[in-house]
């Protein structure tokens, strides 16, 4: 995907599983919710891989293990090996080894997913400030992680120990609702310290990085359904995207999204990998898709037709897209949307 403005969704005459070669999957919110799979996923996927597509998935929660992450998948249905799993703290544990001397020790505030991924790159994981650390890492930790753990990790800071965070996302998905992610965390031991970390997850570029090297993809696409992370991570890396709307991402966030945030294709679900993607034409004033035409008056968007919602919406953001230019929409779209059902 180029860097230039994006005005409308793009259209594919091929199913996305055969024009591209790997799905680059995030799964929360993509693939389960809650622990549980998202309707449809299961199926997709295997139909996605048994048509040749390599499937990886990509998260931004360092706290499990490659190997949790594939067993958790096995068990939905989703045969998924370790090396098919991606994590933000092997990123994070790539950019700490690159700056520190081989063996060194790096004081771990966060899960198991974080130590595996350091000795990995042949680094200690250590657990306390007193222990002479050479970086100190911060990822996700689940909900028990004790408030001590930011102490120590902010001795260290202020003392000029280089800090290094998993990730940034700011809320994390759960059974129960949204929860503080670690971006939260990271926020605590910036109060205490005042310092910045060097942060390896989506969207920035060390992920995207550590993306392509583990699995060789050649002509990747990005599913995802945060617009502040998946959608922005391949835009950042130059690469298509695919949002589905079984997350956290709404219509009207679509809608408004600047163009760092504009997602290649849109769909409701995964069963979009296995399908060509309506193109989006202009007609007259406005854009066509489908059934639907979609224009931007002064200050709202007009939507007229019938037909599948999906392609509705994709008219509406051609609209609002336009209309934006290079900064988010303002316009009020909330009828029109409400006309899908959305």
């Not at 309707?39 to 295997?46: D, G, I, N, Q, T």
């Not at 139909?47 to 360092?62: E, I, K, P, S």
Request: aromatic share 4%.
């Amino acid at each position: 995907m180029s860097r230039s403005v994006r005005t409308r969704p793009e259209g594919s005459g091929q199913a996305l599983s055969e024009a591209y070669d790997t799905a680059l999957l995030d799964l929360d919110g993509v693939v389960y919710a809650g622990g549980n799979a998202i309707v449809h996923a299961v199926e997709s996927l295997a139909a996605a891989r048994g048509g040749g597509m390599r499937l990886a998935y990509v998260t931004n929660n360092a706290l499990r293990t490659p190997d949790a992450v594939a067993d958790h998948l096995t068990e939905l249905g989703i045969p998924t090996g370790a090396d098919d799993v991606i994590t933000s703290a092997q990123a994070v544990a790539r950019l700490i080894s690159e700056q520190v001397p081989a063996g060194a020790r790096v004081l771990v505030i966060g899960g198991e997913g974080l130590r595996v991924a350091l000795r990995e790159r042949g680094l200690e994981p250590v657990e306390s400030a007193e222990d002479d650390p050479a970086a100190v890492v911060q990822g996700f930790g689940g909900p028990d992680l004790p408030w001590g753990r930011f102490a120590e990790a902010s001795y260290a800071v202020a003392r000029g120990v280089p800090w290094f965070a998993s990730n940034t996302d700011l809320t994390i998905p759960s059974g129960r609702g949204i929860a503080p992610g670690n971006g939260a965390a990271v926020e605590v031991v910036r109060i205490a310290t005042g310092a910045e970390p060097q942060v390896a997850g989506k969207p920035l570029p060390p992920m995207h990085r550590e993306t392509i090297l583990r699995t060789g993809a050649e002509r990747p696409l990005v599913v995802g359904d945060r617009l502040d992370t998946d959608i922005e991570g391949a835009f950042n890396g130059e690469v298509d995207s695919l949002l589905v709307l079984t997350g956290v991402t709404d219509g009207a966030q679509l809608l408004a999204a600047p163009p760092q945030h504009r997602p290649t294709y849109v769909d409701a679900d995964l069963r979009g990998l296995l399908t060509g993607q309506p193109g989006v034409a202009e007609a007259g004033s406005g854009f066509r898709c489908g059934g639907w035409a979609a224009s931007a008056g002064a200050e709202r968007l007009e939507l007229d037709g019938e037909g599948a919602v999906l392609d509705g919406l994709r008219a509406l953001c051609a609209a609002a897209w336009t209309a934006a230019g290079d900064g988010s929409c303002g316009l009020d779209g909330g009828k029109a949307l409400a006309r899908l059902g959305l």
